[in-house]
């Protein structure tokens, strides 16, 4: 009797003490004035894996967005980095300050957003610990089991990482956004170092400036294609975009013909959303751009090709002119 | 003169609708088209505009994989790189082949050819994973300059402009450098006939991750590979007004 009892008492001790070894950093990005949307869907990413979180925060003003942080709920503490060397957020000046600690805290998994940043950061911070990466991870069936897609959404890969580090990007649209009320989560400093790789410096950014939602985040959005014809015609689809509070997105061939900038490309190697409402205007539907968007919710498509590929993925589909149906739509609504 | 490294890629070919085997383990690859890695094509068009320009005085291409890879490196030396190096890797390591270990090998190769630059696609369409030219940079110790759609060379340095979420950046890089490229960096050329019968005489070199000192022991397990699900057909709807009333229905407006 007794063996049996402490042999089973063991097994609990030794799995609850594993548990306890799970431990996660996640990599706030922000622009030193706010949190970038995604860095919650990267914390409720990371409670799937464990209670045992902590947040890094690095860049040359961190107040406002710790500020924000502490008042995560489950989170053990806040490390912040406020330097000089992290203008620009270089990720060769960033992972050196990662691997400090890494080497601090012993993480079981390193986590953040698959946004530019977290991709440009994390997959070199990997390098240097000698393990390999998990991009744009849209399942976590375990500590170590994680499913992602590939060939641009056409397949779904489930996989076990064997290294003893997990460093992992999440794709934000695949997990609740974390809210930021009633915790109060503690700060402290990160370790301290010269952060200065002197490999690469930031020089300027230009960003697109808009009223409107943010992409990524946005309930609803439109989106344009070829069949837009000019960058001038897509005040059309701002318009509609005004009536139902959407962001506005655009297909591969809508940006490479100039209409409007590479940043609110949709598909494969732009940006993956996932709305409520998705609305397609005179986009065919290539795989490429139907790997950004087909798991929103609901899919319009609005195309004078009746064969269009996009009438396969959408929920209702409306064959008409686009430059009679969208001011039509916009009057209506 | 800078000699560059560029990093090609066999992937599937971009227009071809994929199957999930029917053992759950991965995507059928037999008698199905392949081709170069589209990034990868635009960061040959790179290194050949460099070389155009006098930048760059010589530029070799590596594919890792199996032997069928070296179509891919021919198309790189049909468009004007010199030559070609080949790292075998087939069947079962193959599958398993990560860029954590293509990133070692791409930066032992860069050692031993002396580059002053690699350039990489920003990433492969098949794994989709955008990991290869950070972590050859890591390897290296030098910077990296990912998701580049401009690039001009200083004396020491590049200064490139880079697409990031919110609309575009510009850092600047002192050299060696890694360096991976954007879908708007440039149009790639077609490899013209008589560049296609000359690139058969450029020389390519056979290597192994054994003859690097690379180990390429799988770092991840497989567990499956699965058809996405299907979304359920869709209507087609007679006009604007029956579109409205659909929204209305599903909450979409008020």
């Known amino acids: ?333 | 003169m800078a000699r560059i490294l560029v990093g090609v890629k066999r992937v599937i070919d971009y227009a071809v609708k994929i199957r999930v085997k029917p053992d759950k383990t991965g995507v059928v690859t037999d008698g199905v088209k392949h081709s170069m890695n589209p990034f990868d094509e635009i960061a040959v068009e790179e290194a050949v505009r460099l070389k155009e320009k006098k930048i760059a005085s010589e530029i070799i291409a590596v594919s890792c994989g199996p032997a069928q890879s070296q179509d891919v490196i021919r198309t790189a030396l049909a468009m004007g790189v010199d030559k070609g190096i080949h790292v075998e890797v087939s069947g079962k390591e193959y599958e398993t082949l990560q860029p954590i270990h293509v990133s070692k090998i791409l930066a032992k190769i860069a050692q031993n050819e002396k580059c002053d630059m690699v350039i990489l696609g920003k990433q492969a369409i098949d794994d989709d994973a955008n990991q290869t030219a950070q972590m050859t940079a890591a390897v290296l110790d030098w910077p990296q300059a990912v998701f580049a759609s401009k690039i001009e060379k200083g004396e020491n340095e590049i200064t490139v402009t880079r697409e990031i979420d919110g609309g575009l950046e510009t850092i600047k890089c002192k050299l060696p450098a890694v360096i991976s490229a954007d879908l708007r960096l440039n149009e790639p050329r077609y490899a013209t006939l008589p560049n296609i019968m000359k690139a058969k005489k450029k020389p390519i070199t056979k290597t192994t991750p054994k003859d690097l000192g690379v180990d390429v022991a799988p770092r991840i397990k497989i567990v499956s590979v699965e058809d996405p699900p299907v979304r359920q057909a869709g209507v087609i709807l007679p006009d604007v007004d029956a579109l409205v009333a659909k929204l209305k229905e599903g909450g979409h407006v008020p």
């Open chain 1, 1 to 333: 009797m007794i063996p049996i009892y402490s042999y089973s008492r063991s097994v609990a001790q030794v799995s609850s003490r594993f548990a306890r070894f799970k431990s996660t950093l996640v990599v706030a990005e922000h622009n030193n004035e706010s949190l970038s949307a995604i860095t919650q869907n990267a914390l409720s990413a990371a409670k799937k894996i464990g209670d045992d979180i902590s947040i890094l925060v690095a860049g040359t003003k961190c107040g406002p967005v710790v500020e924000a942080l502490s008042k995560a709920q489950g989170v053990k503490r806040i490390i912040v980095a406020e330097d000089k060397a992290f203008e620009g957020f270089v990720a060769e000046n960033l992972t050196p300050l990662i691997l400090n600690t890494q080497k601090q805290y012993n993480f079981t998994h390193i986590l953040a957003g698959a946004t530019a940043f977290g991709k440009s950061v994390l997959p070199r911070v990997a390098a240097k610990l000698d393990v390999s990466p998990v991009t744009d991870v849209v399942g976590i069936k375990s500590e170590d089991t994680f499913i992602r897609s590939i060939y641009a959404g056409n397949a779904i890969q489930t996989l076990t990482a064997t290294d003893p580090v997990k460093v992992l990007t999440v794709r934000g649209t695949s997990f609740e956004a974390e809210k930021l009320e009633g915790g109060s989560v503690p700060s402290e400093p990160a370790p301290a170092g010269d952060y200065n790789a002197n490999l690469t410096t930031f020089v300027s950014q230009t960003l697109s400036k808009s009223d409107r939602p943010e992409l990524t985040s946005a309930k609803v959005v439109i989106s344009g294609g070829r069949g837009m014809k000019s960058g001038d015609n897509f005040k059309l689809l701002y318009a509609l975009a005004d009536k139902l509070n959407a962001a506005v997105g655009a297909s591969r061939a809508a940006v490479d013909a100039g209409f409007v900038p590479n940043d609110l490309q949709v598909g494969q190697t732009g940006k993956i959303v996932a709305p409520d409402l998705y609305v397609a205007v005179g986009i065919s539907g290539a795989i490429q751009h139907l790997a950004g968007m087909k798991d929103s919710k609901t899919i319009v498509a609005i195309n004078k090709d009746p064969d269009a590929p996009i009438f396969q993925v959408a929920d209702y589909g409306l064959v008409a002119d686009l430059f009679k149906a969208v001011p039509e739509l916009t009057e209506k609504l």
